[in-house]
């Protein structure tokens, strides 16, 4: 987890992403084992717990920027802020104690703004699936 605190501002709870495996020009991969000590499982839903949409959203963009940062193609005081999600699907319930795997393709990157795909699999199947425009740029530049 110490790499992802390098390649990422987030902090638990809201630290989706456990390890990249891949990171180049066109394509990320990652993952994430979501356990019943996640937060969100006490609500939703106590008597079947199951990962929010939002959530495998969020890992997707998570494992993006994280991505992006361990290529080098951001520099390391780069935040990034989700201006738009397109094409949210999701096919597959993700239960505690199941790995995800973020597979993300890089459709345009740019100094201050940044186009994903991405699916999120358990095993061979398709979990979510989404595309995201995110805004980027340093805290001074935010701010």
């Not at 520099?75 to 993700?94: H, N, P």
Request: charge should be negative; proline fraction near 5%.
């Amino acid at each position: 987890m110490s790499e992802m605190y390098e390649l990422l501002p987030h902090r638990e709870p809201f630290l989706y992403v456990e390890r990249i495996e891949k990171s180049d020009d066109e394509e990320i991969v990652g993952y994430r084992k979501y356990t019943m000590e996640d937060y969100f499982f006490a609500g939703h839903f106590p008597d079947y717990p199951v990962v929010p949409g939002v959530i495998l959203v969020e890992s997707m963009a998570q494992c993006g920027g994280a991505g992006l940062k361990k290529a080098a193609k951001m520099g390391s005081d780069t935040l990034f802020f989700l201006a738009g999600i397109e094409k949210a699907k999701f096919r597959r319930q993700v239960r505690p104690d199941e790995e995800v795997k973020f597979v993300i393709k890089n459709e345009r990157v740019s100094p201050r703004m940044i186009k994903q795909s991405g699916q999120a699999l358990v095993g061979d199947e398709v979990a979510a699936e989404a595309s995201w425009t995110c805004i980027a740029g340093s805290k001074q530049e935010m701010g």
